[in-house]
């Protein structure tokens, strides 16, 4: 038995239409996953994430939860479901990201990463073995690795140095996760809707990260150390930190469809609208960004017509939506107009109904890419989305 | 034809259960208005008001929405119902607390009040009729005169001043309130769920206002000569504006059923639970107050057991809801402890959840009175309910 169950519906060109099976929820690719750093996805319910967004799987950040509330507290409540009252997937990343993005006066070394906390200065360390503990204890069904991410614009040799740090330290993310799961491990309950579930092993996912930067040897060797260590699904790291974004799309053609076939690939922290069609079309399955709830809370949308920024004065007496294409509640109730005026007068509704329409955005038209790739009209549908996104709007993408 | 029809439906002592129907909802009384200063009320969502909360009618503020967006845009959008979606009733008042309270560099003078806008410094000018003017703009269901407010401490002589030119700017209210809505008016149209609301004639109710401060022969006064006037409702203003509380229990005790029984009765900007309760007591039907969302937004909950502040570390890893007596969807379903955190990590959910319960919290208070008082129990309905506020809470109410 296994953690999750991964199956390809179909392929179109090097797109894949998938499910992955997990204990809590049944999950369809390509998929976004909102991002609900501190146990909320910032502005929106929970309720409209299950019910209208229906979302399957959500990212809780791990270097976040381990700060505030800590691991005590949420053991206290048995895991981060319970605590949260999220019953759907989870994810957690490992922390890695935010320690070296989020803090400063960091030792690092071989064991690990010593930091001082962003909130109170506190010292912490985290290490593989550290994070597989808290994020056995958070209960995600996809635990990440720990891993360095090293910045986009890094030289060759310090992303091979990284990268190397990376592969010792996925092997050792592997052996202490195995350990905490046969050590009377146990998940708090799950409410066991699709039968299929009923098949899993009830222990979490561990999913290897391939570093490597901007270099695609280095990449080429990243995945396959990590795939060498073996993982239940695979993700590519350390993309959207600051390179060029020809370089990310580089990277994505030429890594993304040599990643395992037989397992799930996710591309961390990843992006745009325009970005996550065009990952699909490299391979890729699984996504997450705070793109849209970060937007969302500065008034700007995420349309298929392009950008929308509410400020903007035009829109002050616009009763159309903000996206006419858009289904979503917010789209369907709420002026253009109303939206703008809500932003403007600083009223948090507008931060809330932005975010939730960016968020519907996003899982419909991972969606919509679905459903083109299980038609076999994949590549039209890039098309048609990419040019609805430039042609209509002349404030960009 | 009436603009509002107002039923009693039973009273229990003073206390008096009614129903008021509008163009756009059947309001029960005793009843509370969620505040929309802006055109929304602040961390709920309109979906949330409607679907669970189930409030009939909210408030909206004249003065605010005439500084922002302005009477031009609300009238391209066909006025206030129509730009917000809000389809129930609304009532919204004169702006004249608003300018007392939030403007500097005001010139008072017979006419009105010539202010600068706290937004921008610009000149503005509010009078009785510029605000009937406005109001009838906006197509709220309920228009409230223009009155000027004393703070709660002043004298008898600034009070009397005071009391006089509000009975006065009363008449010139009512006189363009009546040009204004038999001059073309008409209002936005309204989807007309009650069969009982097509005997209505489609135009504004119009509201006077007591005041007095807590000088009870000009609170009299005041009420004399409103209702010589003659209004579709009244409203006691000028109450929980500084003076100590049993002053404004004395007025209420005095006053509230003094008021026309005929109409229905508005206590404005008042207050916490206890308050409402016992404005009930005396003879109130309809309240109006910032602090369930306020209070929401610092963390602050109203509960059956009285104030819980979620900030306090012993609800860390309390799994119990904010009010074991609520049967709102955030004490169904989050825990204190999840609450707590989400209050201290800064998430604008924290706001929006206790928010949620509070305005709840008012709501069902509301519900319960009135049934107490249709089943003439209100009396031990009171009592409970105040003990409870007192007796369960160290932190008391």
Redesign the interface.
Known sequence: MKPIHWKIEATDGKARAGTIVTRRSVIETPVFMPVGT???V??????WLEDELDARIILGNTY?LFL??GVD?IN??GGLHK???WNRAMLTDSGGFQVFSLTDLRKLNEDGVEFRSHLDGSKKILSPEVSMEIQAALGSEIVMVFDECPPGDAGYDATKTSLELTARWAARSKARFNDVQSASFSLSPASEEQAEACTLNGKQALFGIIQGAGHLDLRRESLDRTVEIGFDGYAIGGLSVGEEKVVMYEVLDQIAHQMPNDAPRYLMGVGTPEDLVEAVNAGVDIFDCVIPTRNGRTGSAFTSRGKVNIRNAKF??D?GPLDPNCEC?VCK???L??LR??N??G???A???ISHHNVAFFLSTMRKAREAILESRFPAFRKDFLSGLHENNAEGV
């Open positions: 501190q146990g909320a910032k502005g929106i319910r929970f309720e976040h505030r509330p507290i206290r409540f605590f949260t009252s002050s007496t009763t509640s109730r709420y002026s107009g109303y005026h809500l403007n007068a009223e948090m509704t931060a809330t109904l």
